[in-house]
């Protein structure tokens, strides 16, 4: 295919992943003047140090530390394959990276000036409570039929608003990655209009390949030689299509699992192995991946359980109600979502942002022998390595917060259960090894009272009909308990399906 038929798309990893709700603090203008600090302290090579980021971002943002860290991390995590050893990051397409902390605020003015593109007051009735106010809010998602309409509805819209913030910031995005952040008019080199390439990559051919062998004003000029702003912004918004869920789906490397409904699916390691999975749009389903995955998005979901065995880079829940998630992973986000329980073991905290309601978070429930092979695989450190991964669950960081500690709940251990997986996982192992001591015990205390119960009532003796009133009278309060607990729908659900296969 000719250059000239080839297209440029966003990489929509980058707002799954990247992007959190934007405080006031966090304009345009304090952009534009810190990664003009930025320049000014970056080695000759145009890199920067976590710590020089830091005290920028500290003094002219005010951001805390751990935030400064979050950016910082989250970066390296979706700009590099392989993040570098050492705590370094090229300043070019961070500074994109920090430009695209707009667009939680560009979204909503953009949903807001667009309505009827959308089916639901979703972005326009709830702000959520952080300094801006501007970021989508559950709290006008209340458990209602009505609401399932837009959340099913909402990803075309996701990728639409991603694809018009992209085309009216292009001019904003050049000039940080332009050798003068001074200068009236913006011109970039191949060099620099190539880091433009951490944000849109060729619908065809290798997204490795430099973006500028596809500019044509750069063929006939030396390497040297600067474009104006308004050639390339012109070329670039003849070029970029809006991704789709079609388009997604064909890039090499990525899993979309979208619109399941009442479905229970197992992926192993032939299908998900290393690759990028996007989950949206689903609905009272159970999704186990039995293996090492690069990214995984859960957007848009309701009544949903996921178990992933291990994420060598992000994890992202967004946009999610009254679902269930369990994985071991570099980094776990979750946003803008309500009545949620998570499961984690992780080097990293858990990262909470937006308008979060009636989060659990707990230690991670799972354990089987390919369990620590698949640790290994996505390069996440082993309890006998970091210890803090055990225990970082329970010390979640909230971004651009100021409802610090009441988004969240920690689970207690008598309300700890094992997830239990369906049997292609082999056995499980009756032990938790990734999981907190108190927890194990707890798991270890209830089940030997059990027995207890059962080596009594083995003893007593007890004639047939004695059985089965007793075991009437177990049914009966198990059943009871199922309901009382809000536990009956999972087996439900479960039982119904298999019967269904």
Not at 209 to 236: C, G, N
Not at 265 to 283: A, F, P, T, Y
Not at 294 to 313: D, F, H, P
Request: contains cysteine; aromatic residues 8%; charged residues 20%.
């Amino acid at each position: 295919m000719s250059r000239d038929k080839i297209g440029l798309q966003i990489r929509t990893e980058l707002f799954d992943h990247g992007v959190f709700p934007c405080p006031q603090r966090l304009n345009q203008s304090s952009i534009v003047n810190l990664v003009k600090s930025l320049y000014l302290s970056a080695s000759h090579d145009g890199k920067i140090t976590i710590s020089q980021w830091a005290e920028a971002a500290i003094k002219q943002l005010s951001l805390t530390l751990q935030e400064a860290e979050i950016y910082f991390e989250l970066f390296r995590s979706l700009a590099y394959e392989r993040k570098p050893q050492q705590p370094i990051i090229d300043i070019k397409p961070f500074a994109i990276f920090l430009i695209l902390q707009l667009y939680s605020t560009a979204t909503t003015r953009i949903s807001l000036e667009n309505a009827s593109s959308l089916t639901s007051k979703f972005n326009s009735d709830g702000p959520g409570f952080s300094a801006s106010g501007t970021y989508p809010s559950p709290a006008s998602s209340p458990r209602a039929k009505a609401v399932r309409g837009f959340l099913f509805s909402q990803p075309a819209s996701d990728f639409q608003m991603s694809h018009q913030f992209v085309k009216s910031n292009l001019k904003l995005l050049m000039k940080v990655i332009s050798a003068d952040l001074q200068a009236a008019e913006v011109a970039l080199t191949s060099t620099e209009f190539n880091s433009l390439g951490f944000l849109c990559i060729p619908t065809t051919g290798t997204p490795e390949v430099p973006i500028s062998r596809m500019v044509p004003f750069y063929q006939t000029k030396p390497q040297t030689a600067r474009v104006h702003s308004d050639d390339l912004s012109e070329w670039i918004n003849r070029k970029l299509v809006c991704v789709t869920n079609e388009s997604v789906a064909e890039r090499p490397g990525v899993l979309l699992l979208t619109g399941l409904n009442r479905s229970v699916v197992i992926k192993g390691q032939n299908e998900c192995q290393g690759k990028d999975i996007r989950l949206s749009n689903c609905e009272e389903s159970y999704v186990y991946i039995n293996t090492a995955v690069k990214q995984i998005s859960m957007i848009n979901c309701r009544e949903v359980t996921l178990y992933v065995a291990a994420v060598s880079k992000v994890a992202t829940m967004d946009k999610c109600e009254l679902c269930t998630i369990a994985l071991a992973s570099n980094m776990l986000r979750v946003g803008n979502s309500v009545d949620c329980t998570v499961y984690t073991y992780s080097p990293f905290p858990p990262v909470l942002y937006g308008d979060n309601r009636g989060i659990t978070l707990g230690p991670f429930n799972v354990y089987y022998p390919e369990v620590i092979r698949m640790l290994e695989a996505a390069e996440i450190p082993n309890s006998s390595i970091n210890p803090k991964c055990i225990h970082n669950w329970s010390a979640p960081i909230e971004m651009n917060s100021e409802q610090s500690g009441h988004c969240f709940t920690l689970l207690q251990p008598k309300d700890f259960f094992k997830l239990v997986l369906p049997s292609q996982f082999g056995a499980q192992n009756p032990v938790l090894q990734l999981t907190p001591e108190e927890f194990v015990s707890a798991i270890r205390i209830r089940e030997e009272y059990f027995a207890s119960i059962q080596g009594a009532i083995a003893k007593a003796g007890l004639n047939e009909e004695q059985e089965r009133r007793l075991h009437l009278s177990i049914q009966g309060y198990f059943r009871e308990w199922l309901v009382s607990s809000g536990h009956v729908k999972g087996p439900l659900e479960l039982v119904r399906m298999i019967d269904q296969e």
